[in-house]
């Protein structure tokens, strides 16, 4: 009896699926990607002459869509894989193949599936949250946020390294123009886009660059992840490589000094787009660094491993210190969610099966809790109709139900037992407790107290305390508002008491290319160890 | 002294040269004009003395010659079309004179 | 007198006159089209149609012949070797037809609001296309000189085509200083390779130096040669003006400005891409002796283009000026892919051609709603002309948004994987400098990209910007052409099938 998937408990109508052959998951994958892309086109070409509800519910499709096919996948590779390898996989020559070796090559692997899940629940909640909300020009939002749900689930399926890439860009641009059009303040929407635009165009550039750099000089046929590995087995790259993809990664992950762009873009853009971007879409860095430039480059993190430990102590502490100062919600959980990067550029630092899992794990409860919270903010900000926390108090009595949720996520994101939070940080701190510098472990424990304090301190600014007098009319949280809040904390939730099941298919893929320090643990037990090279 | 290619070489190339400053150099657009003819006609020069100097007996070396006849047709199609354009645009400004000529910068 | 006829008959069949049909075709009824303008006066409509036709028909033919297998292939010389056909002459022929027949859609849209001849602006457009289709398969320089001084000559007048406006006068006198001084060199160029080619004091001399073949052989033999390497830097240089790379590039805001904006449009894609299409050719062919002086000289020149196209297109507010900065800009990355090719990347061609035709594409469309746009005066097109262009004309503001994110090289859309093509070629070249400066051009060209489209989706306030500036509608034509090349830019960022193979 193969273990399943902690996914398949979310609903039980998955167990069905498990008889169904895995030769219909090449399908799913596909489905996924091009369901919410035909939906925005929909939407595009007929939206003015639909009725508005017609139009949200075709948009409710888009996102509906790949969060199925994200479950469906996650429950049908539970219960086919046993090696780590990459499953599923398709293929469709598009023109480029016979000159680059480049194909749309779609799959997932144990690194893969948690983030493709990832991405399907935090966009059926983004979606939810937009399809309620109020906006200007509605359709046109809505057609964007579907483009990016289409880029972001081609992300974590692509296994051609141009496609990964390409659907990152696809996911990006949409971005860039929902905060220029829909931003928080109309004076500085357009500075804050354009700003952003450059810096993330010159990191994916330099990204770019290093995967070319690694295709051309690995001298692989193919532009794909697995004939790349086939060909890196063998010959070796260039480390400079390595830090080319470390530091354009960095820049799209907001690594410390490259961090300047995210408090000013998630504390303008509107609500779904920061929960798309920082909860899943930034997490395109992080994953390319523990899916190709680790794994083929190992060299390369051992040359530049010091370099990457300290920037990512700076994103702990530094920005912890500067999260501490911050007075606007928004702009705190920008600045939080840049620190918290640091956790899992450390685990990837570690280097172990044992670090990158954690950093894995702590990069899907991140993008849930940091989804979760824009969410709320968002809701807080339109009934403070400020996002200046001194100004705002006492809501617990006008809203208890936001305050219970925000408070809830509040503790998931500071890393308490009993979120999936906690099993992240808990397993980088023991990968990085068995490197060769412990101390680091230390210093990123510190990083959990200053969490905990900015966090504590904006729940008892804005929930407790004085209420204010206006704040009496505008009432709890709404139904459109509510039920996607509970959907990212209860997947928290779920990974949180149930680890295990996240973990074991993850331990098996990582198993293949990180290597094994053998000290059992709570959560990344290494199962199989024949699978170690 | 016999006069040798490189005597020819020598005024083409002066003759180049000269063409090249003047266009680089003067303002009025007829004088440039002119310093364009110039570098055609050093082109020629040189082709015919190359043609004539490089000829073997098993090689009579005519391209260089045949050349020179669609350089002329060439020069004298560019003349046509530049005068035109010269005077259409005096018509309209009453200058050729290419220091004044600045009506598109920023 | 049969003697005669004979000598005419192995005349023909020796030539094969017939293999450039499309060539004379082309001419023929560019001809015509003079002859029809006097027949039916007042017939704006069917000179467009008549030139349209032809071209579509021609373009149709050759693109059958090419996937039939009927045209000639390389072991065909034609007039005794000043005329080579090949692959790639063959699909330059192709964009050649292809970029007149935009040009010539353009022509009609600007012709139509204005006072001035109208056959001969088809006319002209035909003809240079007709010396631009022959230059990509000549391997003759006498040929080559004549051939290219059509295209030139041509432009000059049509550069000057708005007889009316004085920026389009100035425009066609700097473009004739300038073409006039690049073909000077060129012509220089030439001779002194004849000379020196020819002369019998070097080992193995041509017999006819003019022809590409016998003169690369030479060359190969006598690399150091000053007189050679003084020519063949020369000839390039002439090439350069064309291309627009630095320091060859000070006519183009100017030119471009002034020019009438199909005019623009020929100038920026079909000329510019003559100028490629011959570089590579010479580069990788006659000259191929003289890489380790040529190799560095053009990096030299592609660093210094990237770097200027990007800067100068910064400071423009003139759109058109802007795309002829940007020009440069995509002139320098072309250039990545030449040194790749001389580099021994033997697929730098199709990397080449690729960008070429998602530029043309992307290009098209920008200069297609730019002549929606344009005020009557055709210099001034400032960017805020474009404010309010989203909200008032979405399909125009569409259309532009795929052009400009194309030339960006923002993926879906073409722009990226030409873009990412030539990285791979450069990189596969060992450029790897190079690639770091393609890279960060492309992050500089998003501010005047955007910042043009910025302009578009910003709504004026009557207040201060006073009423939106007036567009023309496109009509249904213009609106389906608009349409396609928007979808070809889409469409080939996703699919390429055979175009890169």
């Known amino acids: 009896m193969p273990q399943l998937a902690f996914f398949s408990a979310i609903s039980s109508f998955l167990e069905a699926t498990h008889a169904a052959t895995p030769t219909l998951a090449p399908l799913h994958l596909l489905i996924g990607i091009l369901a919410p892309a035909i939906c925005a086109l929909l939407i595009a070409f007929f939206g003015s002459r639909l009725p508005l509800g017609a139009t949200k519910a075709i948009a409710w499709i888009g996102f509906a869509l790949p969060a199925w096919c994200a479950l469906w996948i996650a429950g049908t590779y539970g219960a086919v894989a046993q090696s780590g390898e990459y499953q599923f996989l398709w293929q469709a020559d598009l023109g480029l193949s016979k000159l680059l070796g480049i194909q749309l090559m779609l799959g997932v692997n144990g690194i893969s599936v948690p983030m493709y899940v990832l991405a399907g629940i935090?966009?059926?909640?983004?979606?939810?949250?937009?399809?309620?909300?109020?906006?200007?020009?509605?359709?046109?939002?809505?057609?964007?946020?579907?483009?990016?749900?289409?880029?972001?689930?081609?992300?974590?399926?692509?296994?051609?390294?141009?496609?990964?890439?390409?659907?990152?860009?696809?996911?990006?641009?949409?971005?860039?123009?929902?905060?220029?059009?829909?931003?928080?303040?109309?004076?500085?929407?357009?500075?804050?886009?354009?700003?952003?635009?450059?810096?993330?165009?010159?990191?994916?550039?330099?990204?770019?660059?290093?995967?070319?750099?690694?295709?051309?000089?690995?001298?692989?046929?193919?532009?794909?992840?697995?004939?790349?590995?086939?060909?890196?087995?063998?010959?070796?790259?260039?480390?400079?490589?390595?830090?080319?993809?470390?530091?354009?990664?960095?820049?799209?992950?907001?690594?410390?000094?490259?961090?300047?762009?995210?408090?000013?873009?998630?504390?303008?853009?509107?609500?779904?787009?920061?929960?798309?971007?920082?909860?899943?879409?930034?997490?395109?860095?992080?994953?390319?660094?523990?899916?190709?430039?680790?794994?083929?480059?190992?060299?390369?993190?051992?040359?530049?491993?010091?370099?990457?430990?300290?920037?990512?102590?700076?994103?702990?502490?530094?920005?912890?210190?500067?999260?501490?100062?911050?007075?606007?919600?928004?702009?705190?959980?920008?600045?939080?969610?840049?620190?918290?990067?640091?956790?899992?550029?450390?685990?990837?630092?570690?280097?172990?099966?044992m670090g990158a899992g954690g950093a894995v794990l702590m990069m899907f409860a991140h993008g849930l809790s940091v989804s979760l919270m824009f969410l709320l903010a968002d809701a807080v900000e339109r009934r403070a109709q400020t996002g200046d926390m001194r100004e705002i108090g006492g809501m617990a009595q006008t809203a208890p139900v936001l305050a219970g949720l925000f408070i809830a996520g509040t503790m998931a994101s500071i890393g308490l037992p009993g979120f999936a939070n906690f099993w992240g940080e808990l397993v980088i701190f023991t990968a990085l407790w068995q490197s060769p510098h412990p101390w680091v472990a230390i210093a990123a424990v510190a990083g959990i107290v200053i969490s905990a304090i900015y966090a504590l301190r904006a729940v008892a600014r804005i929930f407790f305390g004085e209420p204010k007098a206006e704040l009496a009319a505008t009432g709890d949280l709404q139904g459109w508002e509510k039920w996607p809040a509970i959907l990212l904390l209860a997947a928290l939730f779920v990974v949180g008491i149930w680890p295990r099941g996240f973990s074991e298919h993850l331990d098996a893929a990582l198993a293949k290319q990180y290597p094994v320090k053998d000290v059992a643990v709570p959560v990344a037990t290494v199962t199989d160890q024949s699978h170690a090279h | 002294m016999t006069v040798g290619l490189f005597h020819y070489l020598a005024v083409s190339g002066l003759l180049f040269i000269a063409g090249v400053l003047g266009v680089l150099l003067r303002r009025n657009v007829l004088v440039v004009f002119m310093s364009l003819e110039l570098m055609l006609t050093a082109s020629i020069s040189a082709l015919v003395a190359f043609s004539r100097f490089n000829a073997t007996p098993d090689n009579p070396m005519m391209g260089g010659n045949v050349f020179v006849l669609f350089i002329i047709a060439i020069a004298a199609c560019e003349v046509a079309v530049g005068l035109a354009i010269i005077v259409a645009l005096w018509r309209r400004r009453q200058t050729v004179d290419l220091a004044e000529l600045k009506g598109m910068k920023q | 007198m049969d003697a005669q006829l004979q000598i005419l008959s192995e005349f023909s069949s020796s030539h094969h006159w017939m293999w450039l049909w499309p060539e004379i075709v082309l001419a023929a009824l560019a001809l015509a089209l003079l002859a029809v303008e006097l027949l039916l006066p007042k017939s704006d409509r069917w000179l467009l149609r008549i030139s349209l036709g032809a071209q579509v028909a021609v373009f149709a033919a050759l693109i059958a012949g090419l996937v039939g297998g009927t045209l000639p292939t390389s072991d065909v010389a034609l007039f005794a070797g000043a005329i080579q056909p090949t692959l790639s002459g063959h699909l330059m022929r192709i964009f050649f037809v292809g970029c007149s027949i935009l040009v010539c859609f353009l022509g009609y849209l600007y012709l139509e609001r204005r006072p001035l001849a109208r056959a001969e602006?088809?006319?002209?457009?035909?003809?240079?296309?007709?010396?631009?289709?022959?230059?990509?398969?000549?391997?003759?320089?006498?040929?080559?000189?004549?051939?290219?001084?059509?295209?030139?000559?041509?432009?000059?007048?049509?550069?000057?085509?708005?007889?009316?406006?004085?920026?389009?006068?100035?425009?066609?006198?700097?473009?004739?200083?300038?073409?006039?001084?690049?073909?000077?060199?060129?012509?220089?160029?030439?001779?002194?390779?004849?000379?020196?080619?020819?002369?019998?004091?070097?080992?193995?001399?041509?017999?006819?130096?003019?022809?590409?073949?016998?003169?690369?052989?030479?060359?190969?033999?006598?690399?150091?040669?000053?007189?050679?390497?003084?020519?063949?830097?020369?000839?390039?240089?002439?090439?350069?003006?064309?291309?627009?790379?630095?320091?060859?590039?000070?006519?183009?805001?100017?030119?471009?400005?002034?020019?009438?904006?199909?005019?623009?449009?020929?100038?920026?894609?079909?000329?510019?891409?003559?100028?490629?299409?011959?570089?590579?050719?010479?580069?990788?062919?006659?000259?191929?002796?003289?890489?380790?002086?040529?190799?560095?000289?053009?990096?030299?020149?592609?660093?210094?283009?990237?770097?200027?196209?990007?800067?100068?297109?910064?400071g423009q507010n003139n759109v058109k000026r802007v795309i002829g900065m940007s020009g440069v800009a995509h002139a320098g990355i072309l250039l990545v892919g030449i040194l790749a090719a001389m580099r021994g990347v033997d697929w730098a061609f199709q990397a080449i051609f690729f960008y070429l035709i998602t530029y043309a594409l992307a290009s098209f469309a920008v200069f297609g709603v730019m002549c929606h746009v344009a005020p009557d005066e055709?210099?001034?097109?400032?960017?805020?002309?474009?404010?309010?262009?989203?909200?008032?004309?979405?399909?125009?503001?569409?259309?532009?948004?795929?052009?400009?994110?194309?030339?960006?090289?923002?993926?879906?859309?073409?722009?990226f994987v030409a873009k990412a093509a030539i990285i791979v070629a450069a990189f596969q070249a060992k450029l790897y400098l190079l690639v770091a400066f393609v890279l960060v051009g492309v992050v500089v060209s998003i501010f005047y990209y955007f910042g043009w489209l910025r302009a578009a989706v910003t709504n004026p306030h009557p207040e201060i910007q006073g009423e939106p500036h007036p567009v023309v509608a496109p009509s249904v034509g213009s609106r389906a052409l608009l349409a396609v090349l928007a979808l070809a830019s889409v469409v080939l960022g996703l699919y390429q099938g055979g175009l890169l193979s």
């Not at chain 1, 830090?243 to 960095?250: K, N, R, V």
């Not at chain 3, 100035?170 to 012509?187: D, N, P, T, V």
């Not at chain 3, 010479?282 to 020149?301: A, D, R």
């Open chain 1, 122 to 353: 935090v966009g059926l909640a983004a979606g939810a949250y937009a399809i309620g909300s109020k906006v200007e020009r509605q359709p046109l939002y809505l057609v964007l946020l579907l483009v990016m749900q289409s880029g972001l689930m081609g992300i974590f399926s692509s296994v051609d390294l141009f496609f990964y890439y390409f659907f990152h860009e696809f996911a990006l641009i949409p971005t860039f123009i929902l905060i220029a059009m829909w931003g928080r303040t109309l004076s500085s929407r357009k500075t804050v886009a354009m700003e952003l635009t450059i810096y993330l165009t010159l990191g994916a550039m330099i990204t770019l660059g290093g995967l070319i750099g690694l295709y051309v000089s690995s001298g692989a046929e193919a532009f794909n992840l697995i004939a790349l590995q086939e060909a890196l087995a063998t010959g070796t790259a260039p480390t400079q490589i390595f830090l080319m993809l470390l530091i354009g990664f960095g820049i799209l992950v907001s690594l410390f000094p490259f961090h300047t762009w995210a408090p000013p873009a998630y504390s303008t853009a509107p609500a779904p787009a920061a929960m798309l971007h920082a909860g899943v879409l930034k997490k395109f860095g992080l994953y390319g660094l523990i899916q190709i430039a680790v794994p083929l480059l190992p060299s390369g993190l051992a040359g530049y491993g010091g370099l990457l430990m300290w920037l990512a102590l700076g994103n702990v502490i530094i920005i912890g210190f500067v999260t501490i100062a911050q007075q606007d919600l928004k702009r705190m959980l920008g600045n939080a969610s840049v620190m918290h990067m640091g956790y899992a550029f450390l685990g990837i630092y570690a280097f172990s099966v």
């Open chain 3, 378 to 415: 055709d210099a001034n097109q400032e960017r805020e002309h474009y404010f309010g262009l989203m909200q008032n004309h979405p399909f125009l503001g569409g259309v532009l948004a795929v052009g400009l994110g194309s030339l960006a090289g923002i993926p879906p859309l073409a722009g």
């Open chain 3, 121 to 314: 602006y088809y006319h002209l457009v035909m003809i240079v296309t007709a010396a631009m289709m022959l230059l990509a398969q000549i391997t003759h320089f006498v040929a080559f000189f004549v051939a290219l001084e059509t295209v030139t000559i041509g432009f000059y007048i049509l550069v000057a085509y708005g007889r009316n406006s004085s920026y389009s006068l100035e425009a066609g006198l700097k473009y004739m200083i300038m073409g006039g001084f690049s073909s000077g060199l060129l012509l220089f160029g030439i001779v002194l390779l004849y000379g020196a080619a020819g002369s019998p004091t070097l080992i193995g001399p041509a017999g006819d130096p003019f022809q590409f073949g016998q003169l690369g052989a030479v060359i190969a033999e006598n690399p150091g040669n000053p007189l050679i390497v003084i020519g063949a830097l020369l000839v390039i240089v002439g090439i350069c003006f064309k291309i627009g790379s630095f320091p060859f590039q000070y006519w183009i805001p100017d030119v471009y400005q002034g020019a009438p904006t199909p005019t623009t449009a020929f100038l920026a894609v079909s000329s510019k891409s003559m100028g490629f299409y011959l570089l590579y050719v010479l580069l990788t062919g006659p000259f191929l002796g003289l890489q380790s002086i040529l190799v560095p000289v053009i990096g030299i020149m592609t660093y210094c283009t990237i770097a200027f196209g990007n800067i100068a297109a910064l």
